[in-house]
């Protein structure tokens, strides 16, 4: 009896230990490590990624059968793990900016040469997925590529990049209902291949690179309300070509990017109320010039180049945040 006893009492611990792990679960992304979902249709590098609802939109990139810039754009469904191709991009993009609000998505800015860097876009472009139709709007007072941009408060942000004259800080704001182009304050540090994400109404800008000065462990945020940019904790590891977003209003994960050693495998978590970076479970895939999007508590990792430089995926890979 008390043997009998003393077993049920460990089959229940082990029980309660694995339920307080998370267990195995069901549905993309339920353990604490990274699980492969549906590919993409296109193997693709240097692609912009956003979310609408239940809906992430890849857009862009340099795309593997053609070697060639692409115009494409692909939707992939949060909820049913299935992709469908959408009305392409009115130019080919790499190293483009997405951002969405208000149901519609945003892009501007990127390389538009089939092959190389040498020509950049100052394009705006608003895409209706009820139309399926993109728009043209009143193009940026800058050419860049390799930048980052948000909405805010029905305004775009689009900072850092390369523009004329290299690694920049140039902070551009859009007014969606004015439909015209402002100037913010520089972002204290210029850099490209840069990561963003809005966490409690403000924009924080992460890691990155510039030519000459390697990967960034850089962590700066803009506010606004006060129109001024705040040095926050440093990453846990140096990256450019990477993706981030946001788990939540509190909670900031970046992924990716590529050094002299190879893709980054590394995935770090940042609470924004205890001003502190954590690891999270290494990618399963190290990928940079990838897509990040969030969506219920996971994070997904998008295409992008399993080696440095002109290397494509169709990867697609999710992971639930502890």
Known sequence: MRIAVAVALVAAAV??????AGGSGSGAGSSSEWQAL??????????????????AYVAGGFEERSGHTTRAVLRYDLEADAWKRVRSLPVGVNHTAIAATGGRLYVTGGYTDPRDFSRRTA?????????????????????????????IGGRLYAVGGVDDGGATGRLEVYDIKRKRWSSGPAMPTPREHLASAVARGRLHVLAGRTSGGGNFTTHEAYNPRTRRWSKLPDMRKARGGIAGA???????VVFGGEEGAGTIKEAELYDV????????????????GLGGIAYRGRVYAIEGGPQP????????EVLRVP
């Not at 029980?15 to 307080?20: N, S």
């Open 123 to 151: 394009a705006l472009f608003r895409y209706d997925p009820g139309r399926d139709r993109w728009t043209r709007l009143r193009s940026a007072p800058t050419q860049r590529a390799a930048h980052t941009m948000q909405a």
């Open 246 to 252: 946001a788990v939540d209003s509190g909670h900031i």
């Open 38 to 55: 549906t590919p993409s249709p296109l193997s693709r590098t240097e692609v912009a990624a956003a979310r609408i609802g239940r809906f």
């Open 309 to 316: 430089g002109f290397f494509f995926s169709n990867v697609l």
């Open 273 to 288: 109320a205890a001003r502190r970076w954590s690891a999270l479970p290494d990618m399963r895939t190290p990928r940079h």
């Open 15 to 20: 029980v309660a230990a694995v339920a307080f």
